[in-house]
């Protein structure tokens, strides 16, 4: 990797600045992390699955109109993205009970959800990304009104698309996160999804055998990550040829 500077380092990506201005390198490390990093491993190959099917979801999204801040993947660990300004809430979709929505409501995990549920974190790793209410985002000025209609847009979108995704190949999209970008065009300003969509930031259950595809393997010491998320890869036709 050619030597160019640093922007940040985050759990699992660490950001560079891109060759033009404005664009960003993403580069995808193997680093798995969870409670809030209090257990660390490194994955071999989760980086170069993670940004393979990140391409895969940003295109697809962009392919139906999704704005997204992808522009291409340069390499097996990297990917060329615009540059914005993170909103700094988590937003999570869910589509059936799990995670901490069944610690926090006591159901049992897999219940089918009335309607897609959308719930927003603060981003603050030092206080573990709190649970906020959108009277939080308005009094604390994180995000509009105009800003939360769209996000709440956006999020459903992504639900729909990644649910139809995944149904396709016996995959249940149970629930996911997402992060929003701004991207300012002198006055006037886009959201885009940002940062990146992967078996790291969703729960993905086989629907015949209910076997975890996702970060919970490595959350609750279920087996091999990189076999979890190398079958997401498979069946959507992504693999790369060397995970
Ligand atoms: O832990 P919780 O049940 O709230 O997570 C909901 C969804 O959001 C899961 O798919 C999880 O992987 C994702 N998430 C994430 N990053 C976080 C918190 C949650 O990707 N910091």
Not at 169 to 190: A, C, N
Request: a negative charge; hydrophobic letters at 40%.
């Amino acid at each position: 990797m050619a030597r160019r500077k640093k922007i940040y380092e985050g759990k699992a990506k660490t950001l560079y600045e891109g060759p033009e201005p404005g664009t960003i390198v993403q580069y995808f490390k193997d680093d798995a992390t969870a409670f809030n990093a209090e257990k660390h491993d490194v994955i071999e190959g989760k980086g170069v699955l993670n940004n393979i099917l990140s391409e895969f979801f940003m295109l697809g999204l962009g392919q139906i109109g999704v704005p997204t801040h992808f522009l291409k993947r340069l390499n097996m660990r990297e990917q060329l993205v615009r540059s914005c300004e993170i909103v700094p809430l988590e937003i999570i979709v869910r589509n059936y009970a799990a995670g901490s929505l069944c610690k926090r409501l006591g159901m049992d995990e897999g219940t089918q959800l009335p309607r897609p549920i959308v719930e927003y974190c603060y981003k603050d790793d030092a206080l573990g990304d709190p649970l906020v209410t959108e009277e939080h985002i308005a009094a604390f000025g994180w995000a509009s009104q105009q800003d939360m209609d769209d996000i709440l847009s956006l999020a459903l979108r992504v639900n729909d698309f990644l649910s139809g995704v995944m149904l396709a190949v016996g995959i249940r999209l149970v629930d996911f996160k997402i992060e929003i970008g701004r991207i300012y065009d002198g006055d006037f300003q886009r959201l885009v999804v940002a940062d990146e969509i992967s078996p790291d930031s969703c729960r993905l259950w086989d629907i015949k055998t209910g076997q975890k595809l996702d970060k919970d393997v490595f959350r609750r010491d279920l087996g091999s990550l990189t076999d979890a998320y190398t079958e997401v890869a498979r069946r959507l036709g992504v693999m790369p040829n060397n995970p």
